[in-house]
Nanobody, 117 residues
Framework: QVQLVESGGGLVRTGDSLRLSCAASGRTPDTYVLAWFRQAPGKERKWIAA????????YYTDSVKGRFTVSRDNAKNILYLQMNSLKPEDTAIYYCAAGADTTFDYWGQGTQVTVSS
């Protein structure tokens, strides 16, 4: 199994930047697809970004494309999410997840990101 621990969340203002990290450990975490999800107050959890196993391919939902950058360091077993030009609509609990393909079986506990106007 894989254990995931997010960090880097906080309270920021519109236009600020944050870098989230997700430390992975356990059985061969570099063989898993890694992704970021977020859940805003009163809304369902949604996928926002993902990386292939090698990190060579990245994918984003339209609302974060051009502002967020997802990457992974397989040597350190860390997944990153660089968030720039943050907006109040980005306020949510951010989760990292791991899975064999598009099914995510492992989840972190989440880290809160709050963006004030």
């Amino acid at each position: 199994q894989v254990q995931l621990v997010e960090s880097g969340g906080g309270l920021v203002r519109t236009g600020d930047s944050l870098r989230l990290s997700c430390a992975a450990s356990g059985r061969t975490p570099d063989t898993y697809v890694l992704a970021w999800f977020r859940q805003a107050p009163g809304k369902e959890r949604k996928w926002i970004a993902a990386t292939s196993r090698s990190g060579a391919s990245t994918y984003y939902t339209d609302s974060v494309k051009g502002r967020f950058t997802v990457s992974r360091d397989n040597a350190k077993n860390i997944l990153y999410l660089q968030m720039n030009s943050l907006k109040p609509e980005d306020t949510a609990i951010y989760y990292c997840a791991a899975g064999a393909d598009t099914t995510f079986d492992y989840w972190g506990q989440g880290t809160q990101v709050t963006v004030s106007s």
